[in-house]
């Protein structure tokens, strides 16, 4: 999948996400990818310029974490939580709680974990 193909696919997923409210608290696609907007801009300190903005990245990871937990929802635990970005595991937490609203969306939309799942940051940031 060439570069524009993965972009395309990527602003796809996110915008198909179903908003999941949580009430007072927002919303859970929102709240993740805001969590992977911030690890983003921590990430990039330092660095010269990178390929995809910090905004698509944020997308990117969005979704990734989501397509992951969909296909291995038992992958984390709590012990993980000191192991791995918090953003994986609330990914999962998603994922269990909204996993039918999601595969709806994006099966609408003609979208699979796998695909999203190819997607290459590395190839992404050239």
Not at 90 to 109: F, K, L, M, N, P
Not at 116 to 126: D, K, S
Request: aromatic share 8%; charged share 25%.
């Amino acid at each position: 999948m060439n570069k524009t193909a993965q972009i395309n696919l990527v602003n796809a997923a996110f915008d198909a996400l179903p908003e999941m409210g949580r009430g007072f608290c927002g919303s859970d696609k929102n709240l993740l990818y805001g969590m992977n907007l911030t690890g983003e801009r921590q990430h990039r300190r330092g660095h010269g310029k990178c390929g995809i903005s910090v905004f698509v990245a944020s997308r990117l990871f969005t979704v990734r974490f989501i397509a992951e937990a969909l296909e291995n929802p038992e992958r984390y635990t709590v012990e993980d939580l000191l192991k791995f970005r918090a953003e994986c595991i609330y990914a999962q937490a998603i994922v269990s709680r909204h996993r039918v609203e999601i595969e709806a969306a994006w099966a609408a939309v003609d979208i699979t974990p796998a695909q999203i799942l190819e997607t290459n940051y590395a190839e992404l940031m050239q």
